[in-house]
């Protein structure tokens, strides 16, 4: 029989790991263990573009999330250095349908919004009446407007969160990689770390590494994951201001202002792992994407690149064929948290998820949303919209 050190050790200081723990830490003795700095996760380095939407991209309404996530980044601003910058999002629907938006799948979620406040299907009138002339609307019969949307600086966020949560008594140790997990027959019963002579022993260990959990986990399970790489841009307009004009999406490319006032648009490789990311930026896609922009957005004028924050996901991004994450135990003592599509976004509701995962408490959405058996278990090749084969060379 171990003696435990502490009740739940989360793997991974990302938007997941950070909000899971800042979840637990009225009822629980926690560690992070990150295997780098906080400012070196993807989720440091995302867009942090917060949306009810990123809840919509396989098509699927999750009932009960929505309020949620909005309560928590509404409660959250102003804490530290934090703050949430309102903004609204516009997906836009083209009048011929494409392989991404069907017209059954365009149908359906105009019906599955109806009872959602801050979302709703605008026509492309309606879009015109309420930003005259910002956006070129010439192909399109609308949009789904998330009034809701907003901004926020990720570093900022992170920050926010270890700082409340160690306050709260959570224990961060950064650079500390775990090498292993710790089995008693079929249980987990902790983790092993890298130049560390013992192991740490916790009832629970949450494992939300990104990249990293699928090694860690593999022994379990076999995660149903794709690995993408994003590779953004940070413009400015001569004649156009972020603050002026929503984000905005079509089926080729999204483009939407950040927490300074620039705008933010990128393009995504799938790879093979974090060793497979080339280290050079493709600055002929870059361009291309930027040089798409003003099909979206009317009077852009010359795109200017800000080469100092030009950037990349360091290790690349995990996500499922639905773009929702899997939250699971996969054995006793062991909950994966990996695949989401704008973790940053969803974390509170996936912090949520997590902690009833453990604690069989209850939730305002059902968990069989993010349970892995709502895959084939033949799942082999993720395919999402964007995200595309990477170059031979760039």
């Avoid at 306050?167 to 008693?184: A, I, K, N, P």
């Amino acid at each position: 029989m171990v003696t435990k050190d502490f009740d739940v050790v989360i793997v991974g200081a990302g938007a997941i790991g950070c909000s899971t723990a800042l979840e637990l830490a009225p009822d629980h003795d926690v560690l992070v263990l990150e295997k780098g700095l906080l400012t070196n996760s993807a989720s440091a380095n995302a867009s942090a573009f917060i949306s009810d939407w990123w809840l919509f991209l396989g098509r699927k309404h999750v009932p009960g999330a929505t309020d949620m996530l909005h309560e928590f980044f509404s409660d959250f601003d102003g804490t530290g250095e934090f703050e949430y910058h309102d903004h609204p999002y516009i997906e836009l629907v083209a009048e011929e349908k494409t392989a991404s938006q069907p017209d059954q799948e365009v149908e359906a979620l105009k019906e599955s919004i109806e009872d959602i406040d801050g979302i709703s299907f605008n026509t492309a009138t309606e879009l015109e009446d309420r930003w005259p002339g910002a956006l070129d609307l010439t192909s399109y019969e609308g949009g789904f407007v998330d009034d809701r949307a907003g901004v926020i600086d990720p570093v900022h966020y992170l920050r926010a969160m270890k700082e409340q949560a160690e306050e709260m008594g959570v224990e961060f140790r950064m650079q500390t990689e775990v090498t292993e997990l710790v089995s008693d027959g079929n249980s987990v019963v902790g983790v092993e770390t890298e130049h560390a002579d013992e192991p740490i022993y916790a009832d629970d260990v949450v494992v939300a590494a990104g990249v990293h959990t699928d090694d860690l986990v593999s022994e379990f399970a076999d995660l149903p994951m794709g690995t993408f790489v994003i590779y953004g841009a940070t413009l400015q307009s001569n004649t156009v201001s972020a603050e002026a004009v929503p984000t905005v999406s079509n089926d080729q490319l999204m483009v939407g202002p950040d927490v300074r006032g620039n705008f933010t648009t990128g393009i995504e490789y799938w790879v093979d792992g974090p060793e497979s990311i080339p280290p050079n930026l493709p600055q002929e896609g870059l361009l291309s994407a930027a040089e798409h922009i003003p099909d979206l957005l009317n009077d852009f004028g010359d795109v200017l690149f800000l080469e100092d924050q030009t950037y990349k996901c360091p290790e690349g991004i995990t996500v499922t064929p639905d773009q929702l994450p899997v939250i699971e135990e996969l054995t006793d003592g062991l909950v994966v948290a990996d695949g989401s599509r704008g973790a940053v976004a969803l974390s509170p509701v996936i912090a949520a998820a997590i902690t009833a995962t453990i604690t069989g408490g209850e939730t305002p959405f059902s968990l069989d949303h993010f349970s892995m058996d709502r895959f084939d278990s033949d799942v082999s090749e993720v395919d999402i919209p964007f995200v595309e084969e990477a170059p031979q060379s760039f």
